[in-house]
């Protein structure tokens, strides 16, 4: 049985006493939670002081992005080690946004994967389509060369440690959302080419979240579909009300 991860995304917000203030709401509001995976990804100016006050909790403590090299003449980026170094288990790789604003391709983000996986991060591989491209039908296409580009060369061993995350690219911060039957069908398709590329019993293992304007009132009905198994929230993650009931999603 897949366990959800049910994950926030905070991207470019929250100082670092902003960050402490969210974590210490979200410690007691969702501190009886044990039957699903909690993960908040602050920016990472927050990453030490929300990893100390999440010390004894239930929810764990993921970094936004990493640069594909241990150390070295890299200004402004940040490896692998270090996120360890501060608590870090989970890092988001291949956003949107950073393929959209940083030019990001599937054969960098493969190599960002890979570096993860040898110092024991456990990647959230994101993928999905634009608007254009859905409308263009080519959204299956897409999100299925995503998946195999940006996993090339990683073995069954290393994916039982890969999350992926599909984000429909028209639907992240727009407040449109895929419909359940939408999101399920992608996820299918997800999970059909990891069949392919895997075998069936890593396919069936491998969590496929969903994240794309996931809120209170429609986590619910998203989290019913059998191939849904988590959320990776951006905009509703921030407030501790809004995603506490996010992670108390029922079927």
């Given at each position: 049985m897949r366990v959800p991860l049910m994950a926030g995304n905070w991207k470019m917000h929250k100082s670092v006493s902003q960050a402490s203030a969210l974590v210490q709401a979200l410690k007691e509001s969702l501190a009886d939670v044990t039957d699903r995976e909690i993960l908040v990804c602050p920016p990472f100016t927050a990453l030490y002081p929300v990893a100390e006050a999440l010390k004894g909790s239930n929810i764990e403590l993921g970094a936004q992005n990493i640069y594909p090299q241990e150390e070295g003449a890299y200004t402004g980026e940040i490896s692998p080690p270090m996120l360890l170094d501060v608590g870090c288990r989970y890092v988001i790789l291949g956003h949107s946004e950073r393929r959209r604003h940083f030019k990001e391709t599937d054969e960098f983000i493969n190599r960002k994967v890979h570096l993860a996986l040898e110092h024991g991060l456990r990647p959230i591989l994101c993928v999905?389509?634009?608007?254009?491209?859905?409308?263009?039908?080519?959204?299956?296409?897409?999100?299925?060369?995503?998946?195999?580009?940006?996993?090339?060369?990683?073995?069954?061993?290393?994916?039982?440690?890969?999350?992926?995350?599909?984000?429909?690219?028209?639907?992240?911060?727009?407040?449109?959302?895929?419909?359940?039957?939408?999101?399920?069908?992608?996820?299918?398709?997800?999970?059909?080419?990891?069949?392919?590329?895997?075998?069936?019993?890593?396919?069936?293992?491998?969590?496929?979240?969903?994240?794309?304007?996931?809120?209170?009132?429609?986590?619910?009905?998203?989290?019913?579909?059998?191939?849904?198994?988590?959320?990776?929230?951006?905009?509703?993650?921030?407030?501790?009300?809004?995603?506490?009931r996010i992670v108390r999603f029922e079927k």
């Amino acid at each position: 049985m897949r366990v959800p991860l049910m994950a926030g995304n905070w991207k470019m917000h929250k100082s670092v006493s902003q960050a402490s203030a969210l974590v210490q709401a979200l410690k007691e509001s969702l501190a009886d939670v044990t039957d699903r995976e909690i993960l908040v990804c602050p920016p990472f100016t927050a990453l030490y002081p929300v990893a100390e006050a999440l010390k004894g909790s239930n929810i764990e403590l993921g970094a936004q992005n990493i640069y594909p090299q241990e150390e070295g003449a890299y200004t402004g980026e940040i490896s692998p080690p270090m996120l360890l170094d501060v608590g870090c288990r989970y890092v988001i790789l291949g956003h949107s946004e950073r393929r959209r604003h940083f030019k990001e391709t599937d054969e960098f983000i493969n190599r960002k994967v890979h570096l993860a996986l040898e110092h024991g991060l456990r990647p959230i591989l994101c993928v999905g389509e634009t608007l254009e491209q859905r409308e263009a039908g080519q959204e299956v296409a897409v999100v299925t060369k995503q998946v195999r580009e940006c996993l090339a060369g990683v073995t069954g061993e290393g994916m039982k440690e890969v999350v992926i995350a599909y984000e429909p690219v028209w639907a992240i911060g727009t407040g449109r959302t895929a419909t359940p039957e939408q999101a399920q069908t992608m996820h299918q398709t997800i999970r059909d080419v990891l069949r392919g590329l895997y075998g069936q019993e890593t396919a069936e293992a491998t969590r496929i979240i969903y994240g794309g304007s996931v809120k209170p009132d429609n986590v619910d009905d998203l989290m019913r579909e059998p191939d849904i198994d988590g959320a990776l929230v951006g905009g509703a993650s921030m407030k501790a009300e809004s995603f506490a009931r996010i992670v108390r999603f029922e079927k």
